[in-house]
């Protein structure tokens, strides 16, 4: 069964700081796909990343930067100089090759004051 | 892009009443739509996943009955809420797949939601 953990609930930062979103991953496929996601408080969820298993490249776009180590099956994510806008609910989501449903996390709420 | 639109974005309605939420792809036709439900402050719940012109396939402990999936065309799904119930009220939000592969697992998109509130 795949899982998709993130320890993190909230974390709370000030404007400019860097910050590290957790994803802790379990699945017993060799080939598999990783996603973020991030919900503002208007609800809707925006497509960040997409990842499969075999590219472990880390990647960055922008102030965002993905850390995919498959060795602690991690894919965690970095805000980079954060900012108020980044205020949002972040989910990480696991899909099993041949699969097209979504595993999600539990979710961390980032809050970015000014 | 890759647009997914949902209507309506929020319905009050009367305990024992129907509801029917619209989720559409605007600009890339979806094979598979799938249905979630969100409680607040938690994650989302896959209802049940739609393939066009078959039937929903439902996720363990959701009521095939109650909540009505059709999947007419390419870019439409909805899902009815039938005799909705105060403990029905809930975030309901729709997902597109983009492509069709079979062994593919292309990314999924997201409509804006819609809040249910039954009185």
């Known amino acids: 069964a795949q899982k998709v953990t993130q320890a993190q609930t909230e974390i709370s930062v000030v404007e400019k700081e860097d910050v590290t979103l957790d994803c802790v991953y379990e699945t017993r496929d060799t080939t598999y796909y990783l996603f973020w996601y991030k919900q503002p408080p208007s609800g809707e969820l925006v497509f960040l990343i997409r990842r499969n298993s075999f590219d472990e490249q880390n990647e960055i776009s922008g102030r965002y930067s993905w850390n995919f180590q498959k060795s602690t099956s991690s894919f965690n994510f970095t805000i980079t100089a954060s900012q108020v806008v980044d205020s949002a609910v972040y989910f990480c989501?696991?899909?099993?090759?041949?699969?097209?449903?979504?595993?999600f996390g539990k979710g961390t709420m980032l809050l970015v004051s000014p | 892009g890759a647009v997914v639109s949902q209507h309506p974005s929020w319905v009050i309605c009367k305990s024992g009443t129907s509801v029917k939420i619209e989720c559409r792809s605007l600009?890339?036709?979806?094979?598979?739509m799938f249905w979630y439900r969100q409680f607040p402050k938690q994650s989302l719940m896959l209802m049940a996943t739609s393939n066009e012109g078959s039937k929903a396939t439902y996720e363990q402990g959701v009521e095939k009955d109650k909540f009505l999936i059709n999947h007419a065309s390419l870019t439409l799904s909805t899902l009815t809420v039938t005799s909705a119930h105060p403990e029905d009220s809930s975030f309901y939000i729709c997902s597109a797949r983009r492509g069709t592969s079979e062994w593919e697992t292309d990314t999924q998109y997201f409509g804006p939601g819609t809040r249910l509130t039954v009185l």
């Open positions: 989501a696991l899909s099993e090759m041949g699969y097209s449903t979504l595993t």
């Open positions: 600009d890339f036709q979806a094979t598979t």
